[in-house]
């Protein structure tokens, strides 16, 4: 699986965007597809998973009510929808793919496959 990461930029407290990673290689409509990002200086963290079907997402506590996670089965994206975007926020965001598991998994260590990253920084 190769995953493309793409629509990080900079952007202003309170404001919004989206990161897209699209797919390819791979039957993406069985793949399990997740967000993780890695700040200057931190280990990378789990953002948001979702199922095959879309229809189970899973969120870390900070970005509830405030990230979407969705996909396009059709178009083998996967998309990260950040409204209200904080400082915190501010990271690289990196796509990954995990091609054993029918449900999401928060670990790193259980995704095979990983985008370049986009960066996301958010000014105060």
């Known amino acids: 699986v190769q995953l493309q990461a793409s629509g990080g930029g900079l952007v202003q407290a309170g404001g919004s965007l989206r990161v897209s990673c699209a797919a390819s290689?791979?039957?993406?409509?069985?793949?399990?597809m997740g967000w993780f990002r890695q700040a200057s200086g931190k280990e990378r963290e789990f953002v948001a998973a979702?199922?095959?079907?879309?229809?189970?997402?899973d969120y870390i506590d900070s970005v509830k009510g405030r990230f979407t996670i969705s996909r396009d089965n059709a178009k083998n994206t996967v998309y990260l929808q950040m409204n209200n975007l904080k400082p915190e926020d501010t990271a690289v965001y990196y796509c990954?793919?995990?091609?054993?598991?029918?449900?999401?998994?928060?670990?790193?260590?259980?995704?095979?496959?990983w985008g370049q990253g986009t960066q996301v920084t958010v000014s105060s």
């Open positions: 979702i199922s095959w079907s879309g229809a189970i997402t």
């Open positions: 290689g791979r039957t993406f409509s069985r793949t399990v």
């Open positions: 990954a793919a995990d091609a054993h598991r029918s449900i999401s998994s928060r670990r790193l260590v259980d995704y095979d496959y």
